[in-house]
């Protein structure tokens, strides 16, 4: 079972640069998938970007696609999100999950480990 851990967030503003780690403990995260998804009040989670297990693979929501970078380090159980050109519409809950299989998915359903999440809050 792999248990993760989101840090980085943060107060930025507006066209700032944050990144996100996700720490992740257990054997099997290597093998797995990995995906970021994101949360603002009142709305539903929505994918932001993920992984697949090789970390040659990446796929990105078109909201953020050419401003985050998605990337993994199997070595150091980790995974990362890199936001550059960061908008207020960026504020939210950010959460780390680990897929069910070795390859990506934009769908929640897909993800069996979520992390408690890490506040990202970008002023205008």
């Known amino acids: 079972q792999v248990q993760l851990v989101e840090s980085g967030g943060g107060l930025v503003q507006a066209g700032g640069s944050l990144r996100l780690s996700c720490a992740a403990s257990g054997r099997t995260f290597s093998s797995l998938g990995m995906g970021w998804f994101r949360q603002a009040p009142g709305k539903e989670r929505e994918f932001v970007a993920a992984?697949?297990?090789?970390?040659?693979?990446?796929h990105y929501a078109d909201s953020v696609k050419g401003r985050f970078t998605i990337s993994r380090d199997n070595a150091k159980n980790t995974v990362y999100l890199q936001m550059n050109g960061l908008k207020p519409e960026d504020t939210a809950v950010y959460y780390c999950?680990?897929?069910?299989?070795?390859?990506?998915?934009?769908?929640?359903?897909?993800?069996?480990?979520w992390g408690q999440g890490t506040q990202v809050t970008v002023s205008s």
């Open positions: 992984i697949t297990w090789t970390g040659l693979s990446t």
């Open positions: 999950a680990a897929a069910r299989g070795p390859g990506y998915s934009d769908s929640v359903y897909q993800y069996s480990t």
